[in-house]
């Protein structure tokens, strides 16, 4: 069955550090793409970062990178030198092209303290 | 106005009201979904929209109705809510339905919906 598994339901991390958000996938499917959404307590979702299975280069955008590992099925979020706005729920959300079915984790909140 | 946008923002119902809820995408993108966030659940998509065509429901009960007049607008009718109906109510559109990167889903503000 699809899954995606976020297993920090919490983290704390000082500010200027860099964190690791994990995400491991379940998919039999050879092409899918992988996102990671961020949700301030406005509710609001923005789209951080995605990852195609087919490409080979991890995926980057300015302090977001995605440590994608095919073979383990993992797709982390790295987040470099946070900041106290990265404070919100982070979801990683996983589509497979098949049938375009879409999951999304339960979400990990990351408070960043001063 | 730019991105994508949801009326109201917050919404105290009744069970017995008839309310519905708004999106409209400034993107011109041809899909949108309508997703249910509930407190300790995992986000579920409800239903998806492309060109206007109705593509996915994900057994969501009849009490809960869509509408796509068109491409940029999308609608959520509800009727005779239940209180486990309480959560956000987030909107979501995308250039396309499926294909590498093009899918990539914009999220409205969401509607924080309390049913009594």
């Known amino acids: 069955a699809q899954k995606i598994t976020q297993t920090q339901p919490g983290m704390f991390v000082q500010e200027k550090e860099a964190v690791t958000l994990d995400c491991t996938y379940d998919?039999?499917?050879?092409?899918?793409?992988l996102f990671w959404y961020k949700q301030p307590s406005s509710g609001e979702m923005i789209f951080l970062i995605y990852?195609?299975?087919?490409?080979?280069q991890n995926a980057t955008e300015g302090r977001y990178s995605l440590n994608f590992q095919k073979a383990r099925k993992s797709a982390n979020l790295v987040i470099s030198a946070s900041q106290l706005g990265d404070s919100a729920m982070y979801f990683c959300a996983m589509r497979l092209y098949r049938d375009d079915k879409i999951i999304f984790g339960k979400g990990t909140r990351l408070h960043i303290l001063p | 106005e730019t991105g994508v946008t949801q009326t109201p923002r917050h919404l105290v119902m009744g069970m017995t009201n008839k309310k519905s809820l708004k999106c409209e995408q400034h993107l011109g993108h041809n899909a949108m979904y309508w997703y249910k966030q509930s407190a300790k659940k995992p986000l579920e998509l409800m239903f998806v929209?492309?060109?206007?065509?109705?593509?996915e429901n994900n057994s969501v009960p009849s009490r809960f109705s869509p509408e796509c007049p068109n491409s940029s607008h999308l609608f959520l009718h509800l009727h005779t809510l239940q209180p486990e109906d309480s959560a956000l109510y987030l909107c979501?559109?995308?250039?396309?339905?499926?294909?590498?990167?093009?899918?990539?889903?914009?999220f409205g503000p969401g509607t924080r919906l309390t049913v009594l």
């Open positions: 929209y492309s060109l206007e065509e109705r593509v």
């Open positions: 990852q195609g299975s087919y490409d080979e």
């Open positions: 979501a559109s995308s250039q396309s339905l499926a294909g590498p990167g093009g899918d990539t889903q914009y």
């Open positions: 998919t039999s499917d050879q092409s899918y793409g």
